[in-house]
């Protein structure tokens, strides 16, 4: 599914139901930006019809929770066998993987939940498997996520977690969100954030969302996509 679309109508309610129909969805799931609303009459076009633009797009958090539920439907159909078949794979792979690492000790864990394979790496000096905002685990969850579908007939999804990193990190956000809102609301400023992964920015439209005094949407392209807290 896009994340924007360009809709047209004779009125800006039928422009913004043609770009609903085209999204699939609802009012309440799409932010809507007004591009063109003008006649098209010109000197040589006088009976030319009216014509409303739009830009509509799929808002942050319904976006990633309808690609999320649609992710999970798929595979939790993927039968025993074949996620057992990729469990071995990784397990391999990440007892080979520890074993570079001559003078470090890391234990790890693979288990089938609820058609994902969560990986769990523990070890005393996990930060190095960890870098900079979780960007060293994230390349080495793509890496995994690739061994596990060469392994299997149908495509798998791995979540790995290193030390709980993922809980910690979803703290530390949670804390940013609350912090900056503050902020937003003292001085009527918005406020744009660093650029996050996905699933990062969902965890802070999701604290905010049931705010009343400040509203979040995200702006830019990946992997420098970002989001904006502003005051409503």
Known sequence: MPKSIIAEGKTTTEAISNGLKMLNTSKDNVNI?????????????IL????????????EN?????????????EV???????NLSKE??????????????DLSYDTNVDLENGFLKVNIDGNDSKMLIGYRGEVLNALQVILNSVSNRASKEKTRIILNISN???????SLEELADKISKTVIRTGKSITLEP??????KIIHNRLQS???????????????KVVISKK
């Open 77 to 83: 159909k993927i039968n025993e066998n074949e996620l």
């Open 196 to 201: 996050m992964m996905a699933y990062e920015r």
């Open 89 to 102: 794979k990784i397990d391999k792979f990440l007892d080979e993987f520890v074993k570079e690492f001559d």
């Open 165 to 171: 990193y993922r809980e910690k990190r979803e703290k």
């Open 33 to 45: 930006r007004i591009l063109e609303e003008h006649d098209k009459r010109s000197f040589f076009s």
């Open 48 to 59: 030319a019809p009216r014509v409303v633009k739009i830009e509509m797009s799929l808002k």
């Open 211 to 225: 705010s009343n005094k400040v509203k979040t949407y995200s702006i830019g392209e990946e992997p420098y996509r």
């Open 62 to 74: 319904r976006e990633n929770e309808e690609e999320n539920r649609k992710h999970i439907e798929k």
